[in-house]
């Protein structure tokens, strides 16, 4: 099995708790379709692989790309946590703090990505756009990190992408001969259709696990957070 078994899916692709928050720009069918459509069609060539058992396939309506990471309740560790909150605080009280201190942060006029390549196992990776988009969505991420404390180890070298499955178990050689085939297949496709991904601005969300990321307004029907 992959480190997603145990923590974020069970060894049969249901999802565990793995409750957090983030921060997030959604992959919105309405207002992105393009988009949405490419990257659904890409998950459904990959459960088309007779590979596709060992992996677990989001949901589509929790596609979306994360701006910056947060915090994780299974992932404790002074390096991926904000050094003005106790590694024993509470979600809730996560959430309170990154309520006040993540808003105040001015987003981003526009966030314009494109496609890059595919990258496994099964990720969307995104470029920007535009030099003007690279500056202000970095500075943006400076900005969080300064208000919230949280600067991860790949803070500067963080990498965009869209989601689309977890690996559960890792693959064998005629496997990963099929894999790599599926990935050319789809990379050929989204390099000619994919056009811009320009979602609106980012938003702070939370979770329970990664199957569903609930905007504040929603975060009472959280099951992990006490909220």
């Known amino acids: 099995y992959t480190s997603a078994v145990g923590s974020k899916f069970h060894a049969d692709g249901s999802v ?14 309405q207002h992105q379709p393009v988009v949405y459509e ?5 998950q459904q060539t990959l459960q088309a692989m007779q590979c596709s058992d060992k992996y677990a396939f989001l949901p589509p309506e929790s596609f979306h790309m994360t701006v910056m990471e947060l915090i994780c309740d299974q992932v404790r560790t002074a390096s991926n946590w904000s050094d003005r909150l106790p590694l024993t605080a509470s979600l809730e009280q996560t959430d309170r703090f990154f309520i006040e201190t993540v808003l105040p942060s001015p987003a981003p006029d526009a966030i314009r990505r494109r496609y890059s390549h595919m990258r496994q196992p099964g990720l969307i990776a995104l470029e920007p756009a535009d030099e003007a988009t690279a500056t202000a969505l970095g500075a943006y991420r400076d900005a969080v990190a300064n208000a919230t404390g949280v600067r991860f180890p790949n803070h500067d070298s963080y990498g965009y992408h869209i989601s689309l499955v977890y690996r559960l178990v890792e693959l064998t050689a005629d496997e990963q001969e099929e894999v790599d085939a599926t990935f050319g297949e789809i990379d050929q496709r989204l390099r000619e259709q ?5 979602p609106g601005h980012p938003a702070l969300v939370f979770f329970d696990n990664m199957f569903e990321f609930l905007s504040i307004d929603h975060r009472h029907k959280l099951t992990t957070h006490g909220a």
């Open 16 to 29: 565990r708790p793995f409750a957090g928050n983030t921060i997030i720009c959604t992959v919105n069918a």
């Open 38 to 42: 490419q990257a659904l069609a890409a």
């Open 194 to 198: 994919f056009g811009r991904f320009e």
